[in-house]
């Protein structure tokens, strides 16, 4: 059990022509659960096979407790590692792929089944300790390569993409069996996924990356309710938030045949900037169904999605047809995912129907504000 | 072929592989045919031996023919050659599946070019050369030769076979604990073995019936292989050409090929990596 942390970490692969990972900063606490988070090439697997010793760091200092590892080979860093197609060794039984590890550090024999054993009754594999890995499912696959890491009783378990092999289901489950596995053992871990309901459910804390930079590091809820930039706005959060770029009038940004007024410091900022544009971000829920006629937003719905305990409105915004202000116009990257599009999450008991008209009403304090030029997320005040 | 009944086209496909195997296996049954046969009816047609005669075994096994000192040599040279090339080829090909380096196609493109080289032009050469060094009538003679004909395969193969590997294996082993080298020995050799022994038989094949280097580095009856003391068997007079015992000569020399390849086959299990990746 310790500490984990990346001080500038750089990786360049040559003839690319940005770092894969670029002068990323961590500090994981002892005993933390870290999740990386991004799209695919976001640079998450490479941070952390170089934290595994898998990959060569180019600039920067990695850290396992107080001991520098940045140019330690793998066998030297005390890890355990679970890989995304776990990787187990196909010609050795289940047992000794689990004891493997302690067999090469010479660990004694009984020693080595008392720990398999215990591993393998908290992952309920007792009964498969004899097989092989091709005669496992999917699913005892994935908890032999879990027993694997676990028997080392290492000081770090790093996790690539556990789960993604599983379906959705046997997903949903493991997930929480992982998270409370660790918790027990409480030896801190970095998780890689690119879901990001893996990571809000898992996560003590969530590393979001983006292009080999790190967005933003923090618990589920901030990265939820203050997320830094326009990019973890629209990662964050299933539907995503609705992203709509508009020109600054009046203090305030046309939105939905409505208005939007601008707090002061919005202002401010777009104004030191230079610019007279700004994104307006609201995520589903930040929206409620008012009675048509009373003030608020029109949105014409062209479909809707009913999941049982919520439901979800898609539509545009009265007047997005007139162009300019629909995010995939201007500085179309930043709000990139939304489209001109915008999500309500509705009464799932009389949701609206496809085609029909309605009247929404935004909550004050369910609005952010960004900069359209930078993304980074404006004062609210 | 959807109007054929599918007991039909079980039969076609039936008639088609025994087809295949006569056409193979029909010159060997022939030789070992004509070996039985006594040296008066060596040219007769029928399909079995009219008298089963071992008259011809005997001949090629007479110590005066020196053959079983011939089948000894060939042992030496193609069992070193396969060893040795087996070897260098696993190191080659493992850097070559594993290892990013540049002009790496250029490397495994000359490394199956200098396979392409016939024989015979580089007998002559390789004659002068072996002279110099003293290397007639030595075994080195004919094992460096034959693996620089057999390497070239063996390291293709093996790549090939190295690269569909997931590197992920190696990956686990070296965070449980291995260095390198370690994790190819308790990993990946053990799960590469179907594909050695695939191009363990391959190169083994190839330097037991080379004829061309062994037959011009030697002159010495003692240092021959079996596929060059055959060809020198002589008959009881110089007009009479030995059919016979050269037929049993060649079923002797089959022989220990059809072992190996038997015995090895069973280590050739097709899938063994199944199970390791998802």
């Known amino acids: 059990m310790t500490t984990v942390s990346f001080e500038k970490v750089t990786r360049r692969y040559p003839g690319a022509d940005r770092p894969a990972v670029d002068a990323l900063h961590l500090d994981i606490a002892d005993g933390e659960f870290l999740v990386l988070v991004g799209p695919s090439g976001c640079g998450k697997s490479t941070s952390l096979r170089m934290l595994a010793g898998l990959e060569d760091v180019d600039d920067g200092v990695i850290r396992i407790g107080d001991r520098d590892v940045t140019h330690l080979p793998p066998k030297d860093r005390d890890i355990a590692m679970v890989f995304q197609n776990y990787a187990l060794y196909p010609h050795m039984s289940v047992a000794d792929n689990m004891g493997f590890a302690l067999k090469v550090a010479g660990t004694p024999k009984d020693e080595i089944r008392r720990r398999v054993q215990e591993a393998a009754r908290i992952l309920d594999l007792e009964a498969y300790l004899g097989r092989r890995p091709k005669a496992l499912s999917g699913g005892q696959r994935q908890r032999v390569a879990m027993g694997r890491a676990i028997v080392r009783e290492p000081q770090v378990f790093l996790m690539d993409e556990p789960l993604s092999n599983l379906d959705a289901k046997l997903r949903t489950q493991t997930r929480t069996q992982i998270a409370a596995l660790q918790r027990r053992l409480g030896v801190t871990t970095v998780y890689v996924t690119h879901d990001q309901i893996e990571a809000m459910t898992m996560g003590d804390r969530v590393a979001v990356l983006k292009d080999g930079v790190l967005q933003q590091c923090a618990a589920p809820r901030v990265l939820y309710d203050e997320p830094a930039n326009v990019f973890v706005a629209s990662f964050i959060g299933s539907p995503a938030m609705n992203l709509q770029e508009a020109r600054i009038a009046d203090d305030g940004v046309p939105l939905g045949g409505g208005r939007v007024p601008l707090p002061r410091g919005v202002l401010a900022a777009v104004a030191a900037e230079g610019g007279d544009r700004v994104v307006v971000g609201f995520r589903p829920e930040a929206l409620d169904t008012v009675a048509p006629g009373e003030p608020g937003l029109g949105m014409a719905v062209s479909m809707v999605e009913e999941l049982g305990s919520e439901a979800y409105a898609y539509g545009t915004l009265q007047g997005d047809h007139d162009g300019g202000t629909g995010a995939g116009s201007g500085t179309g990257s930043l709000a990139a995912g939304t489209g001109a599009g915008v999500v309500a999450r509705v009464d799932p008991r009389t949701p609206p129907r496809k085609g029909e008209r309605i009247t929404l009403r935004l909550r004050p304090d369910g609005t952010y504000f960004f900069s359209a030029t930078t993304g980074e997320r404006l004062p609210n005040e | 072929m959807n109007t054929l009944s599918p007991k039909l086209r079980k039969g076609l496909l039936y008639a088609g592989v025994a087809a295949v195997v006569a056409y193979c296996l029909a010159p060997f049954y022939w030789m070992l045919v ?42 030496v040279v193609a069992g070193i050659t396969t060893a040795v090339a087996l070897v260098l080829a696993t190191f ?27 024989v015979v032009s580089i007998v002559v050469p390789l004659l002068k050369m072996f002279v110099d060094f003293g290397w007639i009538n030595s075994y080195q003679a004919m094992i460096v030769p034959s693996m620089s004909f057999t390497l070239p395969l063996a390291v293709w193969n093996l790549t090939a076979f190295f690269r569909q590997m997931p590197q992920e294996l190696e990956h686990a082993a070296m965070v449980d604990g291995c260095t390198r080298g370690q994790a190819f020995r308790r990993i990946i050799v053990p799960l590469a073995a179907p594909g050695m022994f695939t191009t363990a038989i391959i190169t083994f094949i190839a330097a037991w019936n080379e004829f061309l280097i062994a037959l011009s580095m030697t002159n010495k009856p003692e240092m021959q292989t079996a596929p060059v003391a055959i060809s020198k068997f002589s008959g009881a007079s110089q007009f009479e050409t030995p059919f016979g015992s050269q ?21 050739i299990v097709a899938g063994l990596t199944a199970g390791a990746a998802k």
């Open chain 2, 247 to 267: 037929m049993a000569a060649g079923v002797l020399v089959t022989i220990p090929l059809v072992i190996m390849v038997l015995v090895f086959q069973r280590r």
């Open chain 2, 34 to 75: 004509s070996s039985l046969r006594r040296t008066s009816d060596i040219f007769a047609n029928s399909p079995f031996p009219t008298r089963l005669s071992f008259e011809n075994y005997l001949a090629v096994l007479d110590p005066s023919e020196s053959f079983t000192r011939a089948l000894l040599n060939s042992v």
């Open chain 2, 92 to 118: 080659t090909a493992y850097a070559m599946a594993r290892l990013e380096f540049r002009f790496k196609r250029l490397v495994l493109t000359l490394i199956i070019a200098t396979s392409m080289f016939p």
